[in-house]
C-alpha cells in the first residue's frame, strides 16, 4: 500500500430501466444527478471537496450541451465544480474512471466523482436541416446503432464475428439464459444493494413509485423461449433474448488518493490498480475485452488468466463469450474454466445496457463481488462504438 494508492470510497448507480418503462420520464443529466448525489453522499466527502466530475455518456451526449455540467448544476456539488462529458460509445462510463485516476496519480486531484448516465428512452429522431424543398425527407433513428464507417448494424458484424470465432448462437443462447439465472440468484441474495438506490419513478399507470430493481431481467427465461427468436437486422445469431435491451440509468464512484481518504477517515472500498484503452478494427468489438485484459495483465506482470473475478461487459452474449475464448488461446477447457468467474452475478443482458452508465457499472459490481469473497484482484473489460476497448484493474485487499 502506499498513500498515492487511487482507491474508491463509494459507489451508487439507479435501478437499471427497461426502454420506455419506470425511468421514462427521466433525462439523462437527471439520472446523472440523482447517482451523483448518492455517491456523494455515500462517500461522506464534503461536496466543495470534490475536484472533478468525468462523466460518460454514450448516445449523442444525450442529446444536450454538455449535459454533465448539467448533472453537475443540479446537484449538491459546487456550481464552481468542473465536469467534463466523454463520448466513447459503450467504454465511456469506464472511460471516466480511467480519467479521474489519472488526475489523482498525477497529483491534479484528491478526490473525483466517475461514472455515466444513459437515457435512451428519451434519445430524440434525426431530422436532417436543410432548406423546405420539394420532396420526401427522412428521419433518422440513432438507436439502430449504425455509423458511416461499418456497412451493417453492429449488431449484425458482431454476430458474424462470433461465428468467425467459434461461438455459435446456441452458445449465445445458453450464456444469455444464464445471466438472467445469476443475477436472479444474485438478487434474491441482496447482492445489488450495495450498488443501487431507490428512485422515485413512474409505475406503469403514471403513477409514482419508488424503484428499487432493475426493470429488465426475466428470471422465467429458458431456452426453448430464446431459440424461437429471430436474429435482428437479418444477421446470424444475435436477437433481442441474447442482447440486452435499450436501458435507462445512472452509476457513479468516487475516487481519491489513499492518503486522503485516511484524513477524511474513510473506509477504502477497493484500489485501482491500472486502467488502459485499446482500439481494434471497426468490427472488432466481440474481442477487444480480451485485448484490453490482455494489455493489463502485460503492465501488470500477471498471468492473463490469473484473476480472481473477471466482469466483461455483455454487449451482447457474444462478447464474452469470445473475449474468454480468444484469453484462452482458443482452448474450450480453459475458456470454460475463466467463465466460472466470468459476470458470476449475471451482466447485461439481464439487467439491461445504459451506453454510457454500463463502464462504470460493471466496476462497481466487480468491487462488490471482490469485497464478498474476502478480497483478491479483478478486472472489468468492456468494448466501444466501432472497435474501442477499456479495461481495469481492481484491488481489494
Given at each position: 500500500?502506499?498513500?498515492?494508492?487511487?482507491?474508491?470510497?463509494?459507489?451508487?448507480?439507479?435501478?437499471?430501466?427497461?426502454?420506455?418503462?419506470?425511468?421514462?420520464?427521466?433525462?439523462?443529466?437527471?439520472l446523472g444527478t440523482l447517482a451523483i448525489d448518492m455517491a456523494v453522499q455515500?462517500?461522506?466527502?464534503?461536496?466543495?471537496?470534490?475536484?472533478?466530475?468525468?462523466?460518460?455518456?454514450?448516445?449523442?451526449?444525450?442529446?444536450?450541451?454538455?449535459?454533465?455540467?448539467?448533472?453537475?448544476?443540479?446537484?449538491?456539488?459546487?456550481?464552481?465544480?468542473?465536469?467534463?462529458?466523454?463520448?466513447?460509445?459503450?467504454?465511456?462510463?469506464?472511460?471516466?474512471?480511467?480519467?479521474?485516476?489519472?488526475?489523482?496519480?498525477?497529483?491534479?486531484?484528491?478526490?473525483?466523482?466517475?461514472?455515466?448516465?444513459?437515457?435512451?428512452?428519451?434519445t430524440p429522431l434525426l431530422w436532417p436541416r436543410q432548406r423546405a424543398r420539394?420532396?420526401?425527407?427522412?428521419?433518422?433513428?440513432?438507436?439502430?446503432?449504425?455509423?458511416?464507417?461499418?456497412?451493417?448494424?453492429?449488431?449484425?458484424?458482431?454476430?458474424?464475428?462470433?461465428?468467425?470465432?467459434?461461438?455459435?448462437?446456441?452458445?449465445?443462447?445458453?450464456?444469455?439464459?444464464?445471466?438472467?439465472?445469476?443475477?436472479?440468484?444474485?438478487?434474491?441474495?441482496?447482492?445489488?444493494?450495495?450498488?443501487?438506490?431507490?428512485?422515485?419513478?413512474?409505475?406503469?399507470?403514471?403513477?409514482?413509485?419508488?424503484?428499487?430493481?432493475?426493470?429488465?431481467?426475466?428470471?422465467?427465461?429458458?431456452?426453448?423461449?430464446?431459440?424461437?427468436?429471430?436474429?435482428?437486422?437479418?444477421?446470424?445469431?444475435?436477437?433481442?433474448?441474447?442482447?440486452?435491451?435499450?436501458?435507462?440509468?445512472?452509476?457513479?464512484?468516487?475516487?481519491?488518493?489513499?492518503?486522503?481518504?485516511?484524513?477524511?477517515?474513510?473506509?477504502?472500498?477497493?484500489?485501482?490498480?491500472?486502467?488502459?484503452?485499446?482500439?481494434?478494427?471497426?468490427?472488432?468489438?466481440?474481442?477487444?475485452?480480451?485485448?484490453?485484459?490482455?494489455?493489463?495483465?502485460?503492465?501488470?506482470?500477471?498471468?492473463?488468466?490469473?484473476?480472481?473475478?473477471?466482469?466483461?461487459?455483455?454487449?451482447?452474449?457474444?462478447?464474452?463469450?469470445?473475449?474468454?475464448?480468444?484469453?484462452?488461446?482458443?482452448?474450450?477447457?480453459?475458456?470454460?474454466?475463466?467463465?466460472?468467474?466470468?459476470?458470476?452475478?449475471?451482466?447485461?443482458?439481464?439487467?439491461?445496457?445504459?451506453?454510457?452508465?454500463?463502464?462504470?457499472?460493471?466496476?462497481?459490481?466487480?468491487?462488490?463481488?471482490?469485497?464478498?469473497?474476502?478480497?483478491?484482484?479483478?478486472?472489468?473489460?468492456?468494448?466501444?462504438?466501432?472497435?474501442?476497448?477499456?479495461?481495469?484493474?481492481?484491488?481489494?485487499?
Amino acid at each position: 500500500m502506499s498513500e498515492h494508492d487511487v482507491v474508491v470510497v463509494s459507489v451508487a448507480r439507479t435501478p437499471f430501466g427497461r426502454y420506455e418503462g419506470m425511468l421514462r420520464e427521466f433525462d439523462g443529466p437527471a439520472l446523472g444527478t440523482l447517482a451523483i448525489d448518492m455517491a456523494v453522499q455515500r462517500s461522506g466527502i464534503a461536496a466543495d471537496a470534490i475536484d472533478a466530475v468525468y462523466g460518460g455518456v454514450g448516445m449523442i451526449s444525450s442529446a444536450m450541451l454538455t449535459p454533465v455540467r448539467q448533472a453537475v448544476l443540479c446537484s449538491v456539488l459546487p456550481e464552481t465544480t468542473p465536469s467534463a462529458a466523454i463520448d466513447r460509445a459503450c467504454c465511456s462510463g469506464m472511460t471516466a474512471i480511467g480519467m479521474g485516476f489519472k488526475d489523482i496519480r498525477l497529483g491534479e486531484a484528491n478526490a473525483v466523482v466517475c461514472g455515466g448516465f444513459e437515457a435512451l428512452s428519451r434519445t430524440p429522431l434525426l431530422w436532417p436541416r436543410q432548406r423546405a424543398r420539394i420532396g420526401n425527407v427522412a428521419a433518422e433513428d440513432p438507436l439502430l446503432i449504425r455509423g458511416r464507417v461499418v456497412d451493417r448494424p453492429i449488431a449484425v458484424f458482431s454476430g458474424d464475428e462470433a461465428i468467425r470465432r467459434g461461438v455459435d448462437r446456441a452458445q449465445q443462447d445458453a450464456w444469455a439464459m444464464q445471466s438472467h439465472q445469476r443475477y436472479a440468484q444474485a438478487q434474491a441474495a441482496g447482492y445489488f444493494e450495495f450498488e443501487t438506490f431507490g428512485v422515485e419513478a413512474s409505475g406503469a399507470k403514471g403513477a409514482s413509485t419508488l424503484m428499487t430493481l432493475d426493470e429488465s431481467p426475466r428470471p422465467d427465461t429458458t431456452l426453448e423461449k430464446l431459440a424461437k427468436l429471430k436474429p435482428v437486422y437479418g444477421g446470424q445469431t444475435i436477437t433481442a433474448g441474447n442482447a440486452p435491451g435499450l436501458s435507462d440509468g445512472a452509476a457513479f464512484l468516487v475516487l481519491c488518493r489513499r492518503d486522503f481518504a485516511k484524513a477524511n477517515g474513510l473506509l477504502p472500498l477497493a484500489r485501482i490498480v491500472d486502467y488502459v484503452q485499446i482500439c481494434g478494427g471497426p468490427t472488432s468489438g466481440t474481442s477487444t475485452p480480451a485485448s484490453a485484459i490482455v494489455r493489463l495483465a502485460e503492465r501488470s506482470g500477471r498471468d492473463v488468466r490469473g484473476w480472481d473475478l473477471i466482469e466483461i461487459n455483455e454487449a451482447y452474449a457474444a462478447t464474452p463469450l469470445v473475449s474468454t475464448l480468444a484469453l484462452a488461446d482458443g482452448q474450450l477447457d480453459k475458456a470454460q474454466q475463466l467463465r466460472q468467474r466470468t459476470n458470476v452475478h449475471g451482466g447485461a443482458v439481464a439487467l439491461g445496457h445504459p451506453l454510457g452508465a454500463s463502464g462504470a457499472r460493471i466496476v462497481m459490481t466487480l468491487i462488490n463481488g471482490l469485497r464478498r469473497r474476502g478480497g483478491g484482484r479483478g478486472v472489468a473489460a468492456i468494448c466501444g462504438g466501432f472497435g474501442q476497448g477499456d479495461g481495469l484493474l481492481v484491488e481489494v485487499e
